[in-house]
């Protein structure tokens, strides 16, 4: 959990290293449902689910390639409270999280946006098998946020905007504590955005990849813990050992955005056991540390924004020994370059709607000095 604060913190500084033109404070309310995806939730979710947002957004129209290629979007953080459905076993959520806008269509006065955040969330209530053993959902009162939303703005005046939004929000502990299925809720909201700052003059700089190779080899180290279920939804403890070591490479087709494949070794505690209903224990399943390696081939996208990039890869078990049934995995997240050569990364690996455990670890790129890639 150290590891996702310190990337969280890393991303904010991000935002803010360079003064903006102009900057703004957003109320956002919103109202919607708790999504049910375990037959336990169906009958649990009593109420609406409502929400308050306030976000600083900051804006500038640089011409530096990034900036410019994505339409001068919006960045900024937030701070957030939103019910859950139900208080008494799902309890309540406050977040702190950054978050960014990008333009899809615009006219004078209109605008159609996506906006996505991400960040860290305590939720108020965990499972607790004598005092909440309803809660399937988390395990844990600390949890990562992601939200994804679209939204039509309105400018009128010079210094407000008006939004109409539709919001997908989704908390989850990354399985590094049982239970997990994760709390998804979807909402409409309207925000009211106003101007307090313009500066004519400002400084912005941009994180340049041009002086290197679109070839990109890099190799990738992470440790974490990590928690599979029991019969009934709840934790064996945690504490279960989980890494993954990856080879890759990565082909930079245009300033923001590159194309690779990765060669992926798992390494998962985990899979030592297995739970018998019948006796109610955790069983040895094997003691041989061969079988409980993963071996894949993942295939990918990176999206690039200055130093940070979004990764999306899917791959292929070529070998497992256990879970046989499950033959291929997702990782999904992002990574933060410090230097030409060196990054952090944060992403979550996962088959199909079951997360396995996050990847949080460094990673080193290994790139050429090369001509200036075209913007």
Known sequence: ???????????????????????????????????PHHRIMNELIDKTSFGFEVNYLTKNYSDK????????????????????????V???????????????????????NIRSSSGLSYLTEKYDKDKNPYNVAIGTNINYLFTLGFNASYQFGNYSLLRLGADFMHNSNGSTRKPNLGVNQVFLSLSYSHLLLEKSEFKYSEYSRERLSPHEIYIFISFCTSDEYKEIPESRGGGFLCSSHSLAYNYQYSPIGKVGASHDIFYNENLYYYYDSERDSLMMRTDKFSEILKYGISFGHQLIFNRLELTTFAGFYYYQQVKKTENFYTRIGARYYLSDYLFINLTLRAFGFKAHFIESGIGVSFRKLSKTIDN
């Open 1 to 35: 959990m150290k590891r996702i604060l310190l990337f969280v913190i890393l991303i904010f500084l991000s935002f803010f290293t360079f003064s903006q033109k102009y900057s703004f404070i957003e109320g956002k309310t919103s109202i919607g449902k708790f999504v």
């Open 90 to 112: 799902f309890g309540y959520s406050f977040s702190a999280y950054g978050l960014m806008e990008f333009n899809l269509a615009k006219t004078p006065n209109f605008e159609f």
């Open 65 to 88: 390639c990034y900036n410019k290629k994505y339409k001068f979007p919006y960045k900024g953080f937030g701070l957030s409270f939103y019910n859950l459905g139900n208080p008494e």
